[in-house]
């Protein structure tokens, strides 16, 4: 069936310092991909997607790109501010057809920014 | 703002009660998911709904029920729950099923604690 791993962290960065957070992926087709993230005490909001390969998705300084090739969609940030803490959950979406809808998630990585 | 309103925000229930959790979407969508986010295990999909018929039952005890009177609500009724059932339980929707980059909107989530 699909899967999605990620790092589950506690990750811990210095503001302003790069962030990088894996994620791989097995899936049949060609599934979409996703990044959400949920801050303390809320639902999930999406952060980027990408609908096919070699595609980067992109929002408030966070990229990432869907690699076919390593069946990839690792998650970057520049520069990482204090209000980036949060847990970071990576998914997948089936094609069309492909039986059964909904995303599939990774564990979350969570996030901790200090000053 | 996502579009998606879940009430109640929080939930106490005993093991003989019966409870239901509401979602209603505001975007037009025809597909609405349940989700359960507990502290150990990944995101799990529960059910899907598409144009109000089931799509999908993730193998769920019968002691969670769904419904789905139209494309704009969703329920998910609880009757002798267990404490293992304590988890926040996310409800989305979304376009449609027919296309993997649809992206899937949550609310903000039920926490429901059986005690």
């Known amino acids: 069936g699909d899967s999605v791993t990620q790092m589950e962290g506690p990750v811990t960065l210095s503001e302003e310092a790069f962030l990088t957070i894996n994620c791989t992926y097995t899936?049949?087709?060609?599934?979409?991909l996703f990044w959400y993230v949920q801050y303390p005490g809320e639902g999930l909001q999406l952060l980027l997607k990408?609908?096919?390969?070699?595609d980067k998705g992109s929002n408030k300084g966070f990229e990432a790109t869907y690699r076919k090739e390593t069946t990839s969609f690792h998650l970057e940030k520049g520069s990482v501010q204090v209000s980036d803490s949060a847990v970071y959950f990576c998914?997948?979406?089936?094609?069309?057809?492909?039986?059964?809808?909904?995303?599939?998630f990774g564990k979350g990585t969570h996030l901790i920014i200090q000053p | 703002e996502t579009g998606v309103t879940q009430t109640p925000r929080h939930l106490v229930m005993g093991m003989t009660n019966k409870k239901s959790l509401k979602c209603e979407q505001h975007?037009?969508?025809?597909?609405m998911y349940w989700y359960k986010q507990s502290a150990k295990k990944p995101l799990e999909l529960m059910f899907v709904?598409?144009?109000?018929?089931?799509?999908e039952n993730n193998s769920v005890p019968s002691r969670f029920s769904p419904e789905c009177p139209n494309s704009s609500h969703l329920f998910l009724h609880l009757h002798t729950l267990q404490p293992e059932d304590s988890a926040l339980y996310l409800c989305?929707?979304?376009?449609?099923?027919?296309?993997?980059?649809?992206?899937?909107?949550f609310g903000e989530g039920s926490w429901l604690t059986v005690v």
């Open positions: 899936a049949t087709g060609y599934p979409s």
């Open positions: 989305a929707s979304s376009r449609g099923t027919a296309f993997s980059g649809n992206t899937i909107y």
């Open positions: 709904y598409n144009f109000k018929e089931q799509t």
């Open positions: 998914a997948l979406r089936r094609s069309s057809g492909g039986g059964a809808d909904g995303l599939t």
């Open positions: 975007l037009g969508h025809n597909a």
């Open positions: 990408a609908t096919k390969a070699d």
